[in-house]
């Protein structure tokens, strides 16, 4: 079974790959590879990666992370299974980090390996492919260290509490160099939209077991005990670079209900722990207000408007996303996490094209436009099975963070695998 594939635009590499020299998979692979395969062959050439990158960055995609995605779905597109990864079920969420005056995008995407049984709570233990995949992918990727994986994995699946997600993500850098991490959320999705206070604390005490004294996460700990918006906050994906203990970092993955400016500046300047210029909170706020299209005297406390899509085809994570999500960066030797805004795009702002064409115009306000039309193009290609005029929901989130005075946004959009128009029902 393959996809319904109208005529197709393609780059030299992929033409290469899928003609030359990679043989057929079984069904399952060969769906994932003519799919996610041939939107990373764009992403990659839009971004500008070398010839010679290009081959390694799809190859390591067809050899290690294809075969672990999972069953493809029916002739008609029902899915087999559906992952946590995105929104709509697809197990790779994808992600173009755009460029500065001085640096070129970066190509990236987070995936959730197939673990027969998780997926329906029969077996909700059932790790196995992310084992095989973490302990394989050492041999390739030499400065891997999945030692914080699986401490959590320890710390965290416990027969008396409900079993986490285990997902993973590949940086595909430009120069040469491939950068792991791994992700657990909790699986209940109920327990997300009430809250569950027993997540951050087996967070916490998780964490105080690989080293007691940390400034950093003791006063995102605080913030979250005691300050007002801190208070609203809930877990919903713990992650971890995967590399020597003393160099990576845990990153908090928060909800929050208010989406206004006035909460915006209170988490992100941690109740004013953090000091970030004003020029840096007018920038972000700008990118906001040209995303989902607020006058620039919007209410300070009020929250966003919502555009939900047009129907219900993620109704199991709908509550999710009407939401701002924040990211805390705990680096051991720094004092303030580094925070990170993440903006459901499938709830706010209009369709995919024109919150491309607003976030395109955005960049080149700022100098930052050189690779703009390419990536209009790529997406294009990511959305040709419906347009991206015609619905909402391929952009996944749109995310800002302050790096050394600069802003680093990145867009995240997904394949859609499921979607009835990749298949002929639309």
């Not at 010679?52 to 002739?75: C, K, N, S, T």
Request: charge should be neutral; proline fraction near 8%; charged fraction near 25%.
């Amino acid at each position: 079974m393959t996809i319904r594939k109208p005529a197709r635009r393609t780059t030299k590499v992929w033409d290469s790959l899928v003609t030359r020299c990679l043989p057929l998979q079984d069904r399952d692979a060969e769906f994932w590879w003519q799919l996610t395969g041939y939107h990373m062959a764009h992403m990659l050439d839009a971004a500008g990666y070398t010839v010679e990158r290009q081959y390694e960055v799809l190859l390591f995609h067809y050899l290690w992370i294809v075969p672990r995605l999972g069953p493809a779905p029916d002739a008609d597109g029902v899915p087999k299974w559906k992952a946590v990864m995105a929104h709509e079920g697809s197990p790779l969420e994808y992600s173009w980090k755009w460029n500065t005056t001085t640096s070129q995008p970066e190509i990236r995407y987070s995936w959730e390996p197939f673990n027969p049984g998780s997926d329906r709570n029969s077996n909700p233990l059932n790790h196995a492919n992310s084992l095989d995949y973490m302990q394989t992918v050492s041999h390739i990727v030499r400065d891997v260290d999945f030692t914080w994986a699986r401490h959590f994995l320890r710390e965290l699946e416990k027969e008396d509490r409900p079993a986490s997600y285990f997902l993973h993500a590949v940086e595909y850098n430009p120069a040469g160099k491939l950068g792991l991490k791994s992700y657990f959320a909790p699986r209940c999705f109920k327990l997300l939209e009430g809250g569950d206070s027993m997540v951050k604390k087996e967070w916490d005490d998780a964490i105080t077991k690989l080293g007691p004294s940390n400034a950093c996460r003791d006063n995102l700990m605080e913030f979250l005990a005691n300050n007002p918006e801190g208070k609203l906050m809930k877990p919903i994906v713990l992650a971890m670079d995967d590399v020597k203990p003393s160099k990576s970092r845990l990153k908090f993955y928060l909800m929050t209900p208010h989406t206004s400016f006035a909460s915006l500046k209170e988490i992100m300047t941690m109740g004013g722990l953090i000091d970030i210029p004003e020029a840096n909170m007018k920038d972000l706020r700008s990118l906001i207000q040209a995303i989902i299209g607020v006058p620039s005297d919007y209410p300070e406390h009020a929250n966003m408007p919502i555009t939900p899509p047009i129907g219900k085809t993620w109704a199991d994570t709908e509550n999710l996303f009407e939401c701002f999500v924040y990211f805390f960066d705990i680096a051991p030797q720094n004092p303030q996490p580094e925070i990170k805004l993440y903006l459901p795009a499938r709830m706010y702002g209009p369709d995919d094209l024109e919150i491309a064409y607003r976030l395109m115009d955005w960049m080149r306000a700022r100098g930052r436009g050189a690779y703009c039309d390419q990536y209009l193009r790529m997406l294009e290609v990511v959305g040709e099975h419906r347009g991206l005029a015609n619905g909402k929901g391929l952009h996944s989130f749109i995310s800002y963070q302050i790096k050394n005075g600069e802003a680093d946004v990145k867009s995240y959009f997904t394949p859609e695998a499921y979607h009835p128009a990749r298949f002929g029902r639309a």
